[in-house]
Structures are given as C-alpha cells and as structure tokens.
C-alpha cells in the first residue's frame, strides 16, 4: 500500500511539473511564431527586435533555471530558494 501511494504521489508531482513547465514552452512557441510573422511581411527591424527581446528573455530563463535547480554548477543553497520563493 505504502509503495502504491509513493508511486502516486511521484506520478501527481511529474504532472504538476509538467504542466507548470509548459508555460515557458508555450511563450517561446508564440515568440517564435511572431518573428516568423515579421520576417514573413518585411518587417526586418522589427523582427531583429523580436529577436533580441526572445534571446535575452531566453538567456535569462536559462540562468534563472541553472540557479535554481539544486545539484547544478551555479545552483544556490536549499535556504537561498526558499527566501526567493516567498
């Protein structure tokens, strides 16, 4: 019973992860998809623009994730996550 309650719980946290996850996949498919466009119409300044905005923001994902993610180079201590949380 306990081994079956263990496997739930691990089972709901990897759907809560996925599902928080998605948010930033599903902004960068919609950054993408608006360079596209611009590029697609003219619209070269505005799509180099788009472009800087996209990497920067990704570029900043990226450190925020290496310095949360406890185990990685970078990563900061469990007491320094929680304060940020809160």
């Not at 998605?22 to 119409?41: F, G, K, Q, T, Y």
């Amino acid at each position: 019973m306990q081994a079956l309650q263990q496997q739930t719980a691990c089972a709901d946290w990897l759907i809560y992860r996925w599902v928080v996850s998605a948010r930033p996949i599903i902004d960068s498919c919609i950054e993408h998809m608006e360079l596209l466009s611009a590029v697609e119409n003219g619209e070269l300044e505005w799509a180099a623009t788009l472009m800087r905005r996209h990497l920067e923001l990704a570029a900043r994902v990226g450190a925020e994730k290496v310095t949360s993610e406890p185990g990685k180079p970078g990563a900061k201590p469990a007491a320094e996550q929680t304060k940020r949380r809160h």
